[in-house]
């Protein structure tokens, strides 16, 4: 079975600072990976996807894939309050277009 | 970017009834339409994916018969829960992707509340 990990936190953050969020997979045939932010009782948005080993910056994001560990980590530079919400890692195989998510680590950036 | 719509947003209904929830691709053609249902703090479930005129799969302990999809376009698909009661109350959402497209589009999500 395809298991994607996250720390549940909350991960709590001054503003300013950095957040680190991280997740594993157990599907060494994952090819594809993306981060979705949830806010309380919205639906999830994309913040960044990633498909090859190494960094891949977007404005105050940076989402960082090891496919060798199987990790995949996104950063979130200069937190602010707004970027409060539970983070969630997801997978995709090469063999469908199915996304396997993993649990979700809430943040809480602290004024 | 690409833009997927629910509705509704949120229903009550009375134990028994069936609902039906729309999901629409506004400005793209999705061949292939996802359905998750959430229940408060745990994370996305995927209930089943539909294809554009075919069957839906059902992933393992979805009964197909309690919560029927139907993608008939592509740009609508529906999933109707059927005689619904209280345990099926939930955070019901879709998403959608295009052809070869790596990424999955989400919908607002529908709240059902069964009472």
């Known amino acids: 079975q395809k298991e994607v990990e996250q720390n549940s936190g909350p991960l709590s953050v001054p503003e300013g600072a950095i957040a680190s969020l991280n997740c594993t997979y157990s599907?060494?045939?994952?090819?594809?990976f993306f981060w979705y932010r949830q806010y309380s009782g919205k639906s999830p948005e994309l913040i960044m996807s990633i498909y090859s080993n190494g960094d891949k910056e977007d404005g105050r994001f940076t989402a960082q894939l090891n496919k060798a560990s199987q990790y995949v980590s996104l950063l979130i530079r200069d937190s602010q309050p707004s970027d409060s919400a539970t983070y969630l890692c997801?997978?995709?195989?090469?063999?469908?277009?199915?996304?396997?998510f993993g649990g979700g680590t809430r943040l809480m950036v602290k004024p | 970017g690409a833009v997927v719509s629910q509705h509704p947003s949120r229903v009550i209904c009375k134990s028994g009834t069936s609902v039906k929830i729309e999901c629409r691709s506004l400005d793209f053609q999705a061949t292939t339409m996802f359905w998750y249902r959430q229940f408060p703090k745990q994370s996305l479930m995927l209930m089943a994916t539909s294809n554009e005129g075919s069957k839906a799969t059902y992933e393992q302990g979805v009964e197909k018969d309690k919560f029927l999809i139907n993608h008939a376009s592509l740009t609508l698909s529906t999933l109707t829960v059927t005689s619904a009661h209280p345990e099926d109350s939930s955070f019901y959402i879709c998403s959608a992707t295009s052809g070869g497209e790596e990424t999955q589009y989400f919908g607002p999500g529908t709240r059902l509340l069964v009472l």
């Open positions: 997801a997978v995709k195989d090469n063999a469908g277009n199915m996304l396997t």
């Open positions: 599907d060494r045939g994952s090819q594809s």
